[in-house]
T-cell receptor, first 116, second 114 residues
Framework: AQTVTQSQPEMSVQEAETVTLSCTYD???????LFWYKQPPSRQMILVIR??????QNATENRFSVNFQKAAKSFSLKISDSQLGDAAMYFC?????????????FGIGTKLQVIP | ETGVTQSPTHLIKTRGQQVTLRCSSQ?????VSWYQQALGQGPQFIFQ???????GRGNFPPRFSGLQFPNYSSELNVNALELDDSALYLC?????????????FGPGTRLTVT
């Protein structure tokens, strides 16, 4: 079974600074997707960034980028120029590439606090 | 384009009762997945529906069941409620059950079982 581990329950960052959230996962599959989701307080979960395992290039979305280390099964999220609106729970998630349904396995989450 | 909506927002039930939660998928999406998110935890996959059929299930007992309607909206039914069923229930819709299609989440239904 696939597992996703987030070892940082809480993180804090000064506004405009950079923060990195860590995630490791375990799978026997060779092809899969990895995601970072953001869940603001009392608001809907939204996709921040997605990485396809067969792509060596790290995904980037504006201020958000990942460091994907396939051999180490590590998938960290870097947030640059942190903004107050970045404060939220961040979930790392995994999904198999093949298969007929979209079971997504989530980590326990990291609560990010942004300090003005 | 209308996003994913869920009803009700909050619900309080007594142990042993039954509950039905509802989800309207995003326009054009034929796939709906349901997740249970206990307090302080990440979401856990319950099951997925595609074109009115259940096509995948997580480690949840049979008292968790669902339906998907021709308009692709969906219901989650939980029978014989237990205290541990207290959680935020999320639904997510997507264009297709396979591949890398993005899942769009609803705001969730907060269920409290007393």
């Amino acid at each position: 079974a696939q597992t996703v581990t987030q070892s940082q329950p809480e993180m804090s960052v000064q506004e405009a600074e950079t923060v990195t959230l860590s995630c490791t996962y375990d799978t026997s599959e060779s092809d899969y997707y990895l995601f970072w989701y953001k869940q603001p307080p009392s608001r809907q979960m939204i996709l921040v960034i997605r990485q396809e395992a067969y792509k060596q290039q790290n995904a980037t979305e504006n201020r958000f980028s990942v460091n994907f280390q396939k051999a180490a099964k590590s998938f960290s999220l870097k947030i640059s120029d942190s903004q107050l609106g970045d404060a939220a729970m961040y979930f790392c998630a995994y999904r198999r590439h093949s298969g007929g349904y979209q079971k997504v396995t989530f980590g326990i989450g990291t609560k990010l606090q942004v300090i003005p | 384009e209308t996003g994913v909506t869920q009803s009700p927002t909050h619900l309080i039930k007594t142990r042993g009762q039954q509950v039905t939660l509802r989800c309207s998928s995003q326009s054009g999406h034929n796939t709906v997945s349901w997740y249970q998110q206990a307090l302080g935890q990440g979401p856990q996959f319950i099951f997925q529906y595609y074109r009115e059929e259940e096509n995948g299930r997580g480690n949840f007992p049979p008292r968790f069941s669902g339906l998907q309607f021709p308009n692709y909206s969906s219901e989650l039914n939980v029978n014989a409620l237990e205290l541990d069923d207290s959680a935020l229930y999320l639904c997510a819709s997507s264009l297709d059950p396979s591949g890398g299609y993005e899942q769009y989440f609803g705001p969730g239904t907060r269920l409290t079982v007393t």
